[in-house]
């Protein structure tokens, strides 16, 4: 029986990952208040403590670990300067689960690591960047981690995640912005929405990380649809499912200054991970719209 630790286990994409262990003694952390739960046992402690690091890695000894936290608040994570306290929390958090048997790590990555004026995002192949703190931070870390793991002969893997959608996504994110819009019959504005994304909704994205872990995949892999869609499309999407195109203003907004396309090659987490996504772009939108629904009533 793996011993799995999650981090982040109470954020946007962690919480969908902890139904698809199976059969596993499930460790996850929160900074929230403790979570009454009969199949997880939660931890309540700040990453950025390394001495609680150290404490809870000595109890737990987690035999695999899957570590989602970092600073991700809307628009601040790009430039915050957390991001170098996460590198460094990340570093410790790895070095004592290694110090402790741990076997396999997997770590999450971001699409921001790579240079996107290329647009089409291959593993190992398409250049990294230092454009921002957050990129910087996390193309940096990649290379340490990995360096790590090849001194130490340790598993370990980095699911660069795209564009992930869905419920309990921030309500200031575009597809929850145009959808909250819309159920307060208010108008949704938007720029051109000219711009091609990988949409990836979020039980796929925790399911992918759930595989990958699961399998003894190593190194970098996307973790994305492979399919690029137009920002514009979904919104229309959206709305269609509303009944509110008549809400629609894109192109109210300026543009900001975005590259054209930004898509993962899957091969590797299709083929090496075995792993497809279950959710199609229609069939997610939908979740996430019945998800609002609910929360609004």
């Known amino acids: 029986m793996k011993r799995i630790l999650i981090t982040g286990a109470a954020g946007f994409i962690g919480r969908h990952t902890l139904p698809l262990f199976i059969d596993d003694d499930i460790h996850a952390i929160s900074r929230q208040s403790q979570i009454q739960s009969d199949t997880v046992q939660w931890h309540q402690m700040d990453l950025l403590d390394r001495a ?132 307060k ?16 909704y979020v039980a796929d994205v925790a399911s992918a990380f759930v595989a990958l872990m699961n399998s003894d995949v190593q190194g970098a892999v996307n973790i994305g649809s492979g399919v690029p869609v137009k920002l514009k499309d979904i919104i229309y999407t959206i709305a269609d499912i509303l009944d509110a195109r008549h809400l629609l203003e894109i192109g109210a907004r300026q543009a900001a200054n975005e590259p054209p396309m930004v898509v993962a090659n899957v091969q590797r987490l299709s083929q090496d991970v075995a792993w497809t996504p279950r959710y199609s772009l229609s069939e997610g939108l939908a979740e996430t719209i019945q998800w609002w629904q609910s929360q609004q009533s």
Not at 160 to 176: A, D, K, T
Request: some cysteine.
């Open 52 to 183: 609680s690091v150290e404490q809870l890695m000595a109890t737990v000894k987690p035999t695999h670990l899957l570590h989602f936290a970092w600073d991700v608040r809307p628009r601040l994570y790009w430039t915050s300067l957390q991001n170098y306290q996460w590198v460094s929390a990340t570093l410790n958090l790895l070095h004592n689960f290694y110090e402790n048997g741990g076997q396999r790590m997997v770590i999450a990555g971001t699409c921001a690591e790579y240079d996107w004026q290329y647009g089409y995002c291959v593993e190992d192949s398409t250049p990294l960047s230092m454009s921002t703190t957050y990129s910087a931070c996390k193309s940096s870390l990649y290379r340490m981690a990995m360096t790590y793991a090849q001194e130490t002969k340790m598993s370990l893997a980095w699911g660069r995640i795209f564009f992930p959608y869905g419920v309990y996504e921030h309500p200031s994110r575009l597809i929850p912005y145009v959808i909250q819009s819309m159920l």
């Open 185 to 200: 019959r208010e108008l949704a504005q938007t720029s051109h929405g000219e711009q091609y994304r990988d949409f990836l």
